[in-house]
């Protein structure tokens, strides 16, 4: 397993917009995707976005397209969510996760990402 560190987390109003950013941590990664995921209180965690290793492929939930981007930066192993248009749904903690080799990934399925950072949290106030 590799370590994940998340940052960039805050409390923003409505309509604000945040950075998340995730770094491995002592390893260098090469896994064939990285994906965020977010949990909100007394709910399931669920799925945010995913990107390919080479950055060619990208996965949004609906609730998320067209205001939150993903990226990933191969030279700088890390991982970015760009997320715009924040709403007080968007509220909870976010988590960086790496898909497991061999994984089928794109099905956006937290069970197929076997690393994951401890989490930062994400507020937005109405």
């Known amino acids: 397993q590799v370590q994940l560190v998340e940052s960039g987390g805050g409390l923003v109003h409505t309509g604000g917009s945040l950075r998340l950013s995730c770094a491995p941590s002592g390893r260098t990664f090469s896994r064939p995707a990285m994906g965020w995921f977010r949990q909100a209180p007394g709910k399931e965690r669920e799925f945010v976005a995913a990107i390919s290793w080479s950055g060619g492929t990208t996965y949004y939930a609906d609730s998320v397209k067209g205001r939150f981007t993903i990226s990933r930066n191969n030279a700088k192993n890390t991982v970015s969510l760009q997320m715009n248009s924040l709403k007080p749904e968007d509220t909870a903690v976010y988590y960086c996760?790496?898909?497991?080799?061999?994984?089928?990934?794109?099905?956006?399925?937290?069970?197929?990402?076997?690393?994951w950072g401890q989490g930062t949290q994400v507020t937005v106030s109405s």
């Open positions: 996760a790496a898909a497991d080799y061999g994984s089928s990934w794109y099905r956006q399925n937290s069970a197929d990402f076997g690393s």
